[in-house]
């Protein structure tokens, strides 16, 4: 896999508090790469779905933990891993808890997996791992190669 064209990495306190910081970080740098209102929005809401994952989940009250967010940019995507050295989980244990989403109005959903289900159906590819804390790698990619060439056309041909 290629390296990124730029990279930006921000290390944040396991606090709530800062999730907004990260979440405004994610907007600028996808405004700045050309993304739709509705993919930044999208972008928004994944990123601060996993920060505050690993805020409420990844370390005891006690505990001083920190959470690193990396967003690389590559000429077709956007990508963004949240990490965290706190508690592993068993991600098979919380999709099955889960269970499927596609039967259950959204009234009915449990609190437990609902932030991974929004994180899995807003980004285009999202991949999660426990080994030593919990990664996760969200990847949305930008698709306004294939819309914009045709706006003009749309606009510019005549209507009968």
């Known amino acids: 896999m290629s390296a990124p064209l730029d990279s930006i990495e921000m290390k944040i306190p396991a606090k709530v508090e800062y999730v907004g910081v990260v979440r405004l970080t994610a907007s600028g740098i996808a405004h700045r790469m050309g993304y739709t209102y509705e993919a930044i929005e999208d972008i928004k809401i994944a990123v601060s779905e996993a920060c505050t994952n690993a ?3 990844a370390y005891d009250e006690s505990e001083e933990g920190e959470v690193m967010v990396t967003y690389g940019m590559y000429p077709d995507r956007l990508e963004v891993m949240v ?3 706190g508690k592993k989980f068993n991600l ?4 099955e808890k889960r269970g499927p989403v596609n039967d259950i109005p959204l009234e009915e959903m449990t609190e437990g997996g609902l932030g991974l289900f929004l994180i899995e159906t807003l980004m285009d590819e999202v991949k999660i791992s426990g080994e030593s804390g919990v990664n996760v790698i969200m ?14 056309r749309i606009s510019a041909s005549p209507s009968k």
């Open 55 to 57: 805020v409420h989940h």
């Open 83 to 85: 990490s965290d050295n």
């Open 92 to 95: 098979d244990k919380i999709k």
């Open 139 to 152: 990847t949305k990619f930008l698709h306004k190669d294939e819309v914009e060439p045709y706006v003009d």
